[in-house]
T-cell receptor, first 115, second 114 residues
Framework: AQSVAQPEDQVNVAEGNPLTVKCTYS??????LFWYVQYPNRGLQFLLK??????LVKGSYGFEAEFNKSQTSFHLKKPSALVSDSALYFC?????????????FGKGTHLIIQP | AAGVIQSPRHLIKEKRETATLKCYPI?????VYWYQQGPGQDPQFLIS???????DKGSIPDRFSAQQFSDYHSELNMSSLELGDSALYFC?????????????FGPGTRLTVL
């Protein structure tokens, strides 16, 4: 069985400061890892993914994430936070051999950027 | 760019009624997924289809069924609705082949069971 842990329910960051949203995963094989963002009453928007190759992946809106196999982590980062980044962020995993298997999501982290 | 379309966007039903949710994937996406997101919860995978065949099954109740049609749209049928079925139901799609492993989500259908 696969699982995702997002240890922080909420992260507060001042605008302009760097932000990190933490994610650790557990999967039997090699993982596909994803970050999605959800704004109130909206669907999930894809931010970035790790499939293979470079451990540092860059995504939409200036976000990036670093895959760390030894720590089974995939933390989301941004060098300078914007108030508009305030939203609910989900980390998700799928086993690489899973074909059309569904994603397993973490519980989500509320990111609040204070002006 | 075309996105995943879900209908209806909002649905109100009484207990023990039935509901049908529809999903129209992005053109040329042959794989469809259904997820349920309860209030304040993470999305839970229900079921997926590839080329009109069920591909993977998650935590879908026996009261629910789904299918994918020849035009790749999918329908989630929910019977004997319970209060606990009130949630946001997302459909997602992607092309199974190729490097695009991310799923593209629709706006969701908010189901309220009274």
């Amino acid at each position: 069985a696969q699982s995702v842990a997002q240890p922080e329910d909420q992260v507060n960051v001042a605008e302009g400061n760097p932000l990190t949203v933490k994610c650790t995963y557990s999967v039997s094989g090699n993982p596909y890892l994803f970050w999605y963002v959800q704004y109130p009453n909206r669907g999930l928007q894809f931010l970035l993914k790790y499939i293979t190759g470079d451990n540092l992946v860059k995504g939409s809106y200036g976000f990036e994430a670093e895959f760390n196999k030894s720590q089974t982590s995939f933390h989301l980062k941004k060098p300078s936070a914007l108030v508009s980044d305030s939203a609910l962020y989900f980390c998700a995993v799928r086993d690489r051999g899973g074909g059309a298997d569904g994603l397993t999501f973490g519980k989500g982290t509320h990111l609040i950027i204070q002006p | 760019a075309a996105g995943v379309i879900q209908s209806p966007r909002h649905l109100i039903k009484e207990k023990r009624e039935t509901a049908t949710l529809k999903c129209y994937p992005i053109p040329r996406h042959d794989t469809v997924y259904w997820y349920q997101q309860g209030p304040g919860q993470d999305p839970q995978f229900l079921i997926s289809f590839y080329e009109k065949m069920q591909s993977d099954k998650g935590s879908i109740p026996d009261r629910f069924s789904a299918q994918q049609f020849s035009d790749y749209h999918s329908e989630l049928n929910m019977s004997s609705l319970e209060l606990g079925d009130s949630a946001l139901y997302f459909c997602a799609s992607r092309p199974l082949a190729g490097a695009n492993n991310e799923q593209f989500f629709g706006p969701g259908t908010r189901l309220t069971v009274l």
